[in-house]
């Protein structure tokens, strides 16, 4: 796979850019692999292209670590190492970017999360989060890409990821007006309507930064329509839909859909591994007859409350059901200096004790929270259930899912969101639901779990086959594809960083 992309690259130099590392550093010292589905794909992506990788020092560990290596740490990737380079925002800038403009506003935003009604409130905490934190964080990051990029031996091919930093592309653009650059969106594009809980200025620099690059990338191809239509309708721009392409500032810029996926062989063999054999022993020392599952940060997009509101009619309406059926939640917690996620978690923990106190026996626990991160347990449990829910508001794709189909050896059935990026790959072989609607979730719930054996086979091996057919090397091999193609068009040849 390395060598594979590394040649059929055009001759370039890789940056990938995110907010988070590949690896963080240990308290206790050496590394430990970043947080999300993301960074997992990420990792392959920078081996397999070589690239060096810009990432924003968080916390006090990271702003350290990038001190005491003059900003550029050799890190572990998977089997090889890479050069990590860290902008360095205060403490203050980062809290203002990430606390409170990149999570919850354009998060909430992206996941159509917010109760217009009554919010969000852009006030002035906002407007200064926005100016003196994601614009400055954004700013520094595009610095640093543009330094490594002026040391690279070729010309620089950016690769900036996630809501986090749309502003990049631009400045790199105005720095370097002969760079490749391509960021990818890993969340959902709502649509211009939604966009506009933001102010004019923001939602225009937003636009502006990404349209500094040469491909934006998307995980579905209604998040394509959606960001056409926003540069059309919101910003006014010429956009041409059967190219998928917006003119700005005298140049052509593609929007594509590049639904991304997990590395099926490595995650096999996480699989198949002696520490997921051990959690999978432990597992079954509690596991009831059924077993319904979900793995996911503790995230309000990701409708946590609502799974368990419908496994509470599932109860009720099934009372056969009771002792025989156990929800194991395994959650990881996320964003937890963000008050409307710590909220969240506490809603969470409530919603499980009273379902717990008004079903639970002295021999019967109907739901088994556990808050932590493990991936060997994570895989363990994939491997065993018998209903994965997987019922997000919106998402913009969900890679549990994927590791799901990928990895259960128990003929599971997967209940699938329809607002789920990965639905409309997999949305044959799953049971899906109106995320929204309890009454069909608990019905589809119920469903899964009485199947007959052949056709909960057949939705497996079905959604399987799909994973397997459009691994992660897919993905990567998708976008260098774009970009090999372009950088053959007669405006980009020649051109020099
Ligand atoms: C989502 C986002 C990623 C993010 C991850 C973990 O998958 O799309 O950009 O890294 O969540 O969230 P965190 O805020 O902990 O980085």
């Known amino acids: 796979m390395r060598a594979y992309v590394a040649h059929t690259l055009p001759d370039c130099s890789p940056i990938v850019v995110c907010n988070r590392a590949p690896r963080e550093p240990k308290p206790e010292g050496g590394f430990k692999r970043g947080a999300g589905g993301v960074i997992t794909a990420l990792l392959t992506l920078a081996e397999a292209t070589e690239a060096d ?7 006090e560990d990271e702003r350290q670590l990038a001190t005491s290596h003059d900003a550029t740490v050799t890190v572990p990737l998977l089997n090889s190492t890479g050069q990590l380079h860290y902008a360095m925002p205060t403490k203050e800038q980062y809290e203002m970017y990430y606390g409170v403009f990149a999570n919850p506003v354009l998060w909430f935003i992206q996941h159509y999360l917010w109760d217009l009604g009554n919010e969000p409130i852009i006030d002035d905490r906002i407007h200064q989060a926005w100016a003196e934190g994601y614009v400055e964080v954004n700013r520094l990051v595009a610095a640093k890409v543009v330094e490594v990029a002026r040391k690279a031996p070729r010309r620089p091919l950016v690769l900036v990821h996630d809501y986090q930093l749309y502003l990049v592309p631009g400045l790199v653009r105005k720095a370097l007006p002969g760079a490749m650059l391509q960021h990818f969106v890993h969340v959902p594009w709502p649509t211009p309507q939604y966009w506009k809980v933001l102010p004019k200025a923001m939602r225009d620099a937003i636009l502006d930064g990404l349209l500094g690059c040469d491909i934006v990338g998307f995980q579905s191809s209604l998040d394509v329509r959606n960001f056409l239509l926003t540069c059309e309708e919101n910003a006014g721009l010429q956009v041409d839909e059967r190219e ?26 996480l699989a198949a591994s002696r520490g997921v054999k051990r959690q999978e022993r432990d597992l079954a020392s509690w596991r009831p007859p059924r077993l319904i599952a979900r793995i996911d940060r503790t995230d309000p997009s990701k409708n946590i409350v609502r799974g368990f509101i419908a496994y509470d009619k599932l109860l009720r309406y099934h009372p056969e059901l009771r002792g025989e059926v156990e929800f194991y939640a395994f959650l990881q917690p996320s964003r937890q200096d963000v008050a409307v996620y710590s909220r969240y978690l506490r809603q969470i923990r409530q919603t499980v004790g009273r379902i717990n106190s008004d079903f639970g026996t002295e021999t019967w626990t109907p739901v088994r929270l556990e808050i932590g991160e493990s991936e060997r347990k994570a895989v363990a449990s994939l491997k065993n259930f018998d209903v994965l829910l997987v019922n997000p508001v919106y998402d913009g794709l969900n890679l549990v899912v994927k590791e799901g189909a990928l990895v259960n050896a128990t003929n599971g059935v997967i209940v699938l969101s329809e607002n789920a990026g990965a639905h409309e790959e997999l949305q044959a072989h799953v049971l899906s639901i109106n995320p929204f609607d309890v009454e069909a979730t608990a019905a589809a719930l119920y469903a899964g779990l009485t199947m007959g054996l052949e056709e909960r086979r057949r939705l497996n091996d079905g959604a399987r086959e799909v994973v397997r057919a459009n691994d992660i090397t897919r993905w990567i091999s998708r976008q260098v594809q774009d970009i090999r193609d372009l950088v053959a068009t007669p405006a980009h040849a020649g051109r020099e960083a």
């Open 53 to 59: 990788w810009v990432a924003v020092a968080r916390n």
């Open 244 to 269: 998928r392409a917006v003119f700005y500032g005298g140049r052509v810029v593609y929007a594509r859909h590049y639904p991304i996926s997990i590395d099926v062989g490595t995650t096999s063999r």
